[in-house]
């Protein structure tokens, strides 16, 4: 099937660009609107970036403030792993997840580099279930087992964030 092999093919190979490849010129916002579409995977159209949601995001704390009105590589690093993540995560699951990176005392390019890495790792795995010889009929089967393996990972997310945001609210506590 034509659409199974492109399917594949861009899970194989579209990737966000590495740190050093993002714009070192800073942004205004309709040109950080307008960019962020290349960094994630998107089919039909799907949802679009708005310059509502990043200034919620902003606002939320998931994303550093503009400098000025200019945003640079640190906003869309962290734009892109939020816009992705927010395709499965609630805004405070993110939160809790990008504070405890920031926790971690890694800078912008490392936190980045990490989330491409898991991005990368997640992207090949399920291009490689992915048989583009399939079926019509075996798409259902293939797409409940995509379904059912998103419920696992989902359980065991929500699990770790559990875990994970106590400790973050004794940290704000703390400080």
Known sequence: MDELYTLKQRMEQER???WEDLPDLALYMDQL?????RQ???FD??????????NNYIKDGLVPRAEGKRYGPTHLGYLTAVVALKQV?????????????RATKKSP?????????ALDQALTDTAQTINPESQREDLARMALDFAVRSYANQLAC???LS???PQEEKSKHKS
């Open 33 to 37: 609107i307008s960019y962020m579409p």
């Open 40 to 42: 994630l995977i998107r």
């Open 163 to 165: 875990i994970l945001q």
């Open 109 to 117: 390019p490392e936190l980045y580099g990490y989330f491409c890495q």
């Open 158 to 160: 929500q699990r770790i």
């Open 16 to 18: 966000p660009v590495p």
């Open 89 to 101: 995560l609630s805004v405070r699951d993110i939160g809790a997840l990008l504070g405890a990176g």
């Open 45 to 54: 159209g799907g949802p679009a970036l708005t310059s509502a949601m990043v």
